[in-house]
């Protein structure tokens, strides 16, 4: 027998079920629902019809469609190959297979996988990216996963704070401020200081003496960007900054890019005990600023794999000695720990990190080095030509990897406006984000995506702002 519920699809809208429900839980009506609400701020019931919202009546689904389609017609579409802009988001190309497959039904979810005995695909899957992702960092256990490099940044700190239980992080002074905001975010209720060491302004590697007149017995950990986001440097002293870290017996934490490790070293190489990344560059897109994937790895020790947010799948075998999957070691607030959980994280990236997965699996170990290296010659290419011009680019002399600081020599946000009339959007204004820049510094971005072509066009376009 079917209950009329008032509005075919939403619960309980009938007038006398939810009089019916006010008066269960003692109150006269809906505002008393809310008589913590200052007076002064709460709108009443007779000025509702007068508030100058929404189109004053219901629209059907067409008049609904056009409201929608007018505002996004409003948005200016950047085509990836006239993006050049990156910092922590890059444009990639994203292989049809690897959309087709993140759209399937039986992958097309970001929540975490409970139940196991009805998720054993996807929670092989997601194995699948923990082992791709351990082989890729050099390191022995990954998570699955965490919301974005931001967020993996500040669960490596407050995990750092569980082990050592001391009060200290050093970071480079040219972090990615946005990481760096939510790192702040995560740390400062526990008392943890997140304190700078400078960077060479001639070569942008990190400045080794600095590190060590600040590296006292209250640092739980020294973090190493590589490449720094904000520079595109890759700081060759990254193995040295670990081996100071480990004499003071402070953990060393390297956030990556992932695509860059098919060149450059791995953390696990750098001895890194904690591994950060941003997965967007494995087949995520841009997805206007998110959602993301953060990466999170460990070395195969006990107080670290223990301490490790967020949840693991592992391998088992079920009662017919075949394989099964099951999550592990997910020591979250929401489980039994409570109180005493090790993060707060609860639901996940779990599409991303399967995205991330087909991905990978689908270029290989030589395709992901053919996207590395695209994008180190198309960068390089790019600044030596801007040096033709004058703009002594890079910035800073170091080697770096698809990032690059430029001195444009006149206001580089004006550029960037003209820019963007045409079509293009153009780099990063880095004075608007960071201290350390002025107004005339701009970060270009080159992927994959920009061909020779796309790279002349955009350096012919520079030159008449010149």
Known sequence: MAIDMGHAWIPNSKEEIKREMLDFIGVKGVLDLYNDVPEEILISEDKWNSLN??????????????????????????????????????????????????????????????????????????????????????????????????????????????????????????????????????????GIQLKKYKIDKRTGYLDIEDVKNKMDNDIIAVYLEYPYQFTGIVDINAKALGEIAHEKQALFIVGVNPVSLMLYKPPGELDADIAIGEGQP?????????????????????????????????????????????????????????????????????????????????????????????????????????????????????????????????????????MLKQGILLGIPLADYVEWATDSWGLLSFTEVHHKGDIDFVLNKIREFM
């Open 53 to 190: 919202i929404g189109m004053k009546r219901p629209l059907d689904e067409i008049e609904v469609s056009e409201v929608v389609e007018d505002a996004l017609n409003k948005n200016i579409v950047f085509q990836p190959r006239k993006q050049f802009i990156g910092g922590g988001a890059w444009p990639h190309y994203i292989p049809a297979s690897v959309r087709y497959l993140a759209e399937r039904g039986e992958f097309l979810t970001a929540y975490t996988p409970y139940q196991a005995e009805i998720n054993q695909g996807l929670m092989q899957t997601l194995f699948e990216y923990q082992s791709m992702m351990a082989d890729l960092l050099d390191m022995d256990v990954v998570n699955s996963s965490m919301y974005d490099m931001a967020s993996s940044l500040g669960e490596a700190i407050l995990m750092a704070a569980r082990i050592k239980k001391k009060g200290k992080v050093l970071v480079p002074e040219v972090t990615n401020p946005f990481h760096l905001s939510v790192a702040g975010s995560y740390s400062a209720p526990h």
């Open 282 to 418: 494995l087949g995520l897109g841009l997805n206007f600023g998110g959602p993301y994937l953060g990466i999170f790895a460990t070395k195969w020790k006990n107080e670290l794999v223990r301490q490790m947010p967020g949840r693991i799948i592992g391998l088992t075998e079920d009662s017919k000695s075949s394989d099964a999957y099951a999550m592990i070691l997910q020591t979250r607030e929401q489980h039994i720990r409570r109180s005493k959980a090790t993060s707060n994280i609860t639901t996940n990236s779990s599409l991303n990190a399967m995205i991330a997965a087909f991905y990978i699996a689908l270029l290989g170990r030589k395709g992901l080095r053919d996207v590395a290296e695209a994008i180190w010659y198309r960068s390089h290419y790019a600044s030596r030509e801007l040096k033709k011009i004058g703009l002594g680019s890079p910035l800073f002399t170091g080697e770096f990897f698809g990032d690059f600081v430029v001195d444009f020599k006149k206001d580089f946000k004006e550029i960037r406006k003209g």
